[in-house]
């Protein structure tokens, strides 16, 4: 099992930035990839960025890039999402998540265990 919470949403002006953090514990995680996903009113659940424990692996969506970026920090088993330049349309929840291979990483059926998820309010 492995356990993920994320923290960080909030309500920010557009233009503002707000950094996500997703916490993991339980199962060793060296061997997992971290991804962050969003899901907005109506909307599927959309990959924006994904990171490997280990190796290095990073992956953001081209929607977001440039503007989002993933990160993690080993020695606190946390992964981030620090997102800039927010617009109005980056309103959603927004969810991390594992998986257990590179190979999966764009497939979000194949995410394993999933946070409650943090809601992202952009005002205009």
């Known amino acids: 099992q492995v356990q993920l919470v994320e923290s960080g949403g909030g309500l920010v002006q557009a233009g503002g930035s707000l950094r996500l953090s997703c916490a993991a514990s339980g199962r060793t995680l060296s061997r997992y990839v971290m991804g962050w996903f969003r899901q907005a009113p109506g909307k599927e659940r959309e990959l924006l960025a994904a990171?490997?424990?280990?190796?290095?692996?990073?992956y953001v969506v081209d929607r977001v890039k440039g503007r989002f970026t993933i990160s993690r920090d080993n020695a606190k088993n946390t992964v981030y999402l620090q997102m800039n330049s927010l617009k109005p349309e980056d309103t959603a929840v927004y969810y991390c998540a594992v998986t257990q291979s590179w190979s999966k990483v764009l497939i979000t059926t194949q995410y394993d265990y999933w946070g409650q998820g943090t809601q992202v309010t952009v005002s205009s």
């Open positions: 990171i490997s424990w280990s190796g290095g692996g990073t």
